[in-house]
Nanobody, 122 residues
Framework: VQLQASGGGLVQAGGSLRLSCAAS????????IGWLRQAPGKEREFVAG????????YYKDSVKGRFTISRDNAENTVYLQMNSLKPEDTAVYYC????????????????WGQGTLVTVSS
């Protein structure tokens, strides 16, 4: 599985960004694609995930109602729409693929895309 993340940038508090994760590989249906983020000096943390075949979604409590994860199977892309952004959302965002283990644990992810930096100014 190969993942390519994009869409980060600088935005003011209250603004929006959409991240994209382009995926390739013959066994995508086995995976949950997750977005995790890592702020300076902090551990990588789970933000949201979506089952590639089931479409089931999962969210970190602090982003529920603000972030929406979705997938376009035809385009093999997972999106993270981020609204009402806050300065504490500032981090490098990674997309990853997980087929087993605890979805919210970064150690469960077998494949990673490169990170994309999201900076939210106050």
């Amino acid at each position: 599985v190969q993942l390519q993340a994009s869409g980060g940038g600088l935005v003011q508090a209250g603004g929006s960004l959409r991240l994209s994760c382009a995926a390739s590989g013959r066994t995508l249906s086995r995976y949950v694609i997750g977005w995790l983020r890592q702020a300076p000096g902090k551990e990588r943390e789970f933000v949201a995930g979506i089952g590639w075949s089931s479409g089931m979604t999962y969210y970190k409590d602090s982003v529920k109602g603000r972030f929406t994860i979705s997938r376009d199977n035809a385009e093999n892309t997972v999106y993270l729409q981020m609204n009402s952004l806050k300065p504490e959302d500032t981090a490098v965002y990674y997309c990853g693929a997980c087929s087993r283990g605890i979805l919210t644990a970064s150690s469960s992810y077998e494949y990673w895309g490169q990170g994309t930096l999201v900076t939210v100014s106050s």
